[in-house]
């Protein structure tokens, strides 16, 4: 039951999603920011599509958080307005791949010095750092088909915030939850057939923000260290799996491409629809799955992270398996 003195925290996610509805409505209809994400050999779409609405997302959630009695960490709000400006010059103007992965990780590597050296010690900070980095690209990676990124966002940070509240830390819970109702928000615009993509201006911050909250609820007592990685299975197990398949056929894994399991999904005839139906139910039931089991006993945590990493092996095999068949078919 929510209390009376908790219904100023209500306040934030109603202003993250108007916020964000407004902007991100602007900025399809609006003659400014014209950012397109242009068709090619490596893309699902047919059409050009404006690619900036991540900086709407990300505006609602900022400009929401302000509004909370306790506000997240000074280090997150620079980091987050750092990755968006590096990330939306690259929207406009392509930068160089290596000096933006260099800027990625530095900025990584500054928050986890920031947050855990001090505390849990430099190997610590080290995994943490490598760990950022690669939540922030692998969310731009899994960016491509229509309500995706979208779903993933709406679906993860509100089961963060739902553990967080759980917990009872109610300021960190409604922090997550702005994230999510300005996802949801953006997702009324980017469900099949989309209208606006995020962009990397805002897949790149988002992916900061599953990897550093997910760290700070884990700081804070809110969750296991495992938690956050269920929750986000869904893009870490695409992503992971497909870079090291192209690793270890000697491709070049940073170069742009179409063999993510969603990407061949999408083309095998499943279409973005129902590739993102299907993979709203993965979602959901990772998170909801982690939202449980991180009130048991540690032997059950354990238990149902060996039971994913199970289904995923399942998954994936069957999922090669069905694509091996389409391809032949046609």
């Known amino acids: 039951m929510i209390s009376g003195s908790s219904i100023p925290y209500l306040i934030p996610p109603f202003i993250a999603f108007i916020v964000s509805l407004g902007m991100i409505s602007y900025l399809i209809r609006g003659n400014i920011l014209k950012v397109l994400d242009q068709p090619n050999s490596r893309s699902l ?19 929401s958080w302000a509004f909370l009695p306790v506000r997240p960490a000074l280090l997150i709000w620079v980091a987050i307005v750092l990755l968006v400006t590096i990330s939306f010059a690259d929207d406009v103007r392509g930068l160089p791949v290596w000096p933006r ?8 590597a500054w928050f986890s010095a920031m947050t ?14 490598l760990a950022v980095t690669w939540m922030l690209n692998l969310y731009n990676f899994m960016d491509g088909s229509d309500g995706l990124a979208g779903g993933m966002t709406l679906i993860g940070f509100s089961c963060y915030g739902a553990t967080a509240w759980v917990s009872g830390n109610e300021a960190f819970a409604i922090a997550n939850f702005c994230i999510a109702a300005a996802a949801a928000a953006f997702l009324l615009f980017n469900f099949h057939p989309a209208r606006i993509f995020l962009g990397d201006a805002g897949s790149i911050p988002l992916g900061f923000l599953a990897a550093a909250l997910g760290m700070t609820g884990w700081m804070n007592g809110c969750w296991p260290l495992w938690f956050p990685v269920l929750v ?14 192209r690793g270890l ?33 993965l979602m959901a039931a990772s998170a ?26 399942i998954m994936l095999r069957l999922c090669d398996r069905h694509l091996r068949h389409s391809a032949d078919g046609s």
């Open 249 to 281: 056929r000697g491709e070049k894994v940073w170069r742009a491409h179409r063999e993510h399991y969603y990407q061949r999904l999408v083309r095998s005839g499943w279409g973005h629809r129902n590739t993102a139906l299907i993979g709203y139910i």
């Open 288 to 313: 909801l799955s982690a939202l449980w089991a991180a009130r048991q006993h540690p032997s059950v945590q354990f238990g149902m992270v060996a039971a994913w990493i199970a289904v995923y092996l």
């Open 45 to 63: 779409h047919t059409r050009p599509v404006p690619r900036t609405g991540g900086l709407g997302l990300i505006s609602g959630v900022l400009i």
């Open 116 to 129: 855990l050296a001090a505390t849990h010690g430099w190997i610590v900070a080290i995994a943490a750092a």
């Open 232 to 245: 986000f299975s869904p893009f870490i197990v695409d992503a992971s799996v497909t870079l090291i398949k």
């Open 101 to 108: 992965l260099a800027m990625y990780m530095g900025l990584g």
